[in-house]
């Protein structure tokens, strides 16, 4: 970051205290203020430091308590992983001698590869961001790393790949404007580069979740990666004992695997009766929620719509959320609204849809909910076509 380091803390200093009184600046006005009391720092150390405070309570909830004292800025910490996901991938990495790394960001998971490697040479295109990433090491004491700056492209040839008994690459995977790239070969580095380099024995690529990649032909499988409700990543991994398409939540600490007989089908549920299974969405993301439903007897609502349903109540599990079906009938605008004022529930009722063309914010603008009170009745509607008709299912979550 190029600035002295007794004004560096300063400015951190300043910076905390700034953000902390009310009414709480935004950032540009933090920017500005910090301008005014530090004319020597430069800009880009102003900026990053103002965005590190203002992003501290996200941090500390997705990286842990070292990132009180971390940097990063906003677009960083939206790409590094979650220290429970960067330990989770780390384990596959465990007693290695020498790693190499590509992409190096916050260090968030640098950090966790370096706590079970040898050694960790790690590659960052963006100067600043390999400042960022050394002091938030140094910050958690951590110095079996070396950094390497500049294109991946450019400096994988001059190192000598034998020395290497390992490999994960976090590429970056947004433009420098800060939109998010969909195409994998518009990544930083290019996805295809990336699987195509014959380095280590366990190899590892961290891409979007809803990237679909197969490469299985070429030894490559998938891993998707779920914390709290939400699906957050996908790792592919070439030497890794991980069965394709498997799915593990952080949170939990558990993983499942399709069996191997992928063709297998659940049973079509023949009325709309009992409970509704909805699966979490690594298990969607997998594309194989079919062998999910037939593992555990569970019935599909129809072959395209991944929702099952059962007549006896499911089983509390981290790997899907379960609803008592109250009713069911033909979806048409004007009878659900009927339905809903009749049970009083409230726009704090959830919409979820599947195999229906509409979004679920068009249909609760069209409901016209009333505002929600306390002790007010809601629920959730599922919405879907099955066969030829589409249906509205009221249901209530079933909690533990």
């Given at each position: 970051?190029?600035?002295?380091?007794?004004d560096?803390?300063?400015?951190?200093?300043?910076?905390?205290?700034?953000?902390?009184?009310?009414?709480?600046?935004?950032?540009?006005?933090?920017v500005?203020?910090?301008?005014?009391?530090?004319?020597?720092?430069r800009?880009?150390t102003?900026?990053?430091?103002?965005e590190?405070?203002?992003?501290r309570?996200?941090?500390?909830?997705?990286?842990?308590?070292?990132?009180?004292?971390?940097?990063?800025?906003?677009?960083?910490?939206?790409?590094?992983?979650?220290?429970?996901i960067?330990?989770?991938?780390?384990?596959?990495?465990?007693?290695?001698?020498?790693?190499?790394?590509?992409?190096?960001?916050?260090?968030?998971?640098?950090a966790?590869?370096?706590?079970?490697?040898?050694?960790?040479?790690?590659?960052?295109?963006?100067?600043?961001?390999?400042?960022?990433?050394?002091?938030?090491?140094?910050?958690?004491?951590?110095?079996?790393?070396t950094?390497?700056?500049?294109e991946?492209?450019?400096?994988?040839?001059?190192?000598?790949p034998?020395?290497?008994?390992?490999?994960?690459?976090?590429?970056?995977?947004?433009?420098?404007?800060?939109?998010?790239?969909?195409?994998?070969?518009?990544?930083?580095?290019?996805?295809?580069?990336l699987?195509?380099?014959?380095i280590g024995?366990?190899r590892?690529?961290?891409?979007?979740?809803?990237?679909?990649?197969?490469?299985?032909?070429?030894?490559w499988s998938?891993?998707?990666?779920?914390?709290?409700?939400?699906?957050?990543?996908?790792?592919?991994?070439?030497?890794a004992?991980?069965?394709d398409?498997?799915?593990?939540?952080?949170?939990?600490?558990?993983?499942?695997?399709?069996?191997?007989?992928?063709?297998?089908?659940?049973?079509?549920?023949?009325?709309?009766e009992g409970?509704?299974?909805?699966?979490?969405?690594?298990?969607?993301?997998?594309?194989?929620?079919?062998?999910?439903?037939?593992?555990?007897?569970?019935?599909?609502?129809?072959?395209?719509?991944?929702?099952?349903?059962?007549?006896?109540?499911?089983?509390?599990?981290?790997?899907?959320?379960?609803?008592?079906?109250?009713?069911?009938?033909?979806f048409h605008?004007?009878?659900?609204?009927?339905?809903?004022?009749?049970?009083?529930?409230?726009?704090?009722?959830?919409?979820?849809?599947?195999?229906?063309?509409?979004s679920?914010?068009?249909?609760?603008?069209?409901?016209?909910?009333?505002?929600?009170?306390?002790?007010?009745?809601?629920?959730?509607?599922f919405?879907?076509?099955?066969?030829?008709t589409?249906?509205?299912?009221?249901?209530?979550r079933?909690?533990?």
């Amino acid at each position: 970051m190029g600035d002295d380091s007794t004004d560096f803390k300063q400015l951190l200093s300043e910076a905390t205290r700034l953000s902390l009184c009310e009414p709480r600046p935004s950032l540009a006005e933090l920017v500005l203020r910090l301008k005014r009391a530090f004319p020597a720092v430069r800009h880009e150390t102003i900026s990053l430091v103002s965005e590190t405070v203002q992003s501290r309570k996200i941090a500390a909830d997705k990286l842990g308590d070292w990132s009180r004292e971390g940097l990063f800025t906003k677009a960083l910490l939206e790409q590094a992983s979650r220290a429970t996901i960067a330990e989770h991938r780390a384990t596959f990495f465990s007693g290695r001698s020498h790693m190499l790394e590509i992409g190096t960001g916050t260090g968030s998971d640098t950090a966790a590869l370096a706590r079970v490697c040898a050694h960790i040479t790690t590659l960052e295109a963006d100067p600043t961001r390999l400042e960022v990433a050394k002091h938030n090491l140094a910050v958690q004491g951590i110095s079996n790393v070396t950094f390497l700056q500049g294109e991946a492209a450019d400096v994988i040839p001059l190192l000598d790949p034998t020395q290497f008994d390992a490999f994960f690459a976090d590429p970056a995977r947004r433009t420098k404007e800060g939109t998010r790239v969909k195409d994998a070969e518009l990544y930083s580095p290019p996805l295809e580069w990336l699987l195509s380099q014959d380095i280590g024995g366990i190899r590892a690529i961290k891409v979007s979740p809803g990237l679909f990649v197969d490469a299985s032909e070429r030894g490559w499988s998938r891993q998707f990666i779920g914390f709290g409700d939400e699906c957050l990543e996908q790792t592919l991994w070439f030497g890794a004992p991980i069965a394709d398409s498997s799915a593990h939540l952080a949170d939990a600490h558990v993983t499942w695997e399709p069996s191997a007989n992928t063709t297998m089908l659940p049973a079509v549920a023949d009325s709309l009766e009992g409970f509704i299974v909805e699966p979490h969405g690594v298990i969607n993301r997998s594309q194989y929620a079919h062998c999910f439903f037939a593992e555990r007897s569970i019935a599909t609502i129809d072959p395209r719509v991944t929702y099952g349903i059962t007549l006896t109540k499911p089983s509390p599990s981290p790997w899907y959320e379960s609803f008592r079906i109250l009713q069911a009938a033909p979806f048409h605008i004007k009878s659900l609204k009927s339905t809903l004022a009749g049970l009083a529930w409230t726009n704090r009722t959830e919409i979820k849809k599947r195999n229906y063309q509409g979004s679920p914010e068009e249909i609760r603008e069209k409901l016209k909910l009333p505002s929600h009170t306390h002790g007010a009745p809601f629920g959730t509607i599922f919405i879907f076509t099955r066969d030829t008709t589409t249906w509205a299912v009221l249901a209530e979550r079933l909690t533990e």
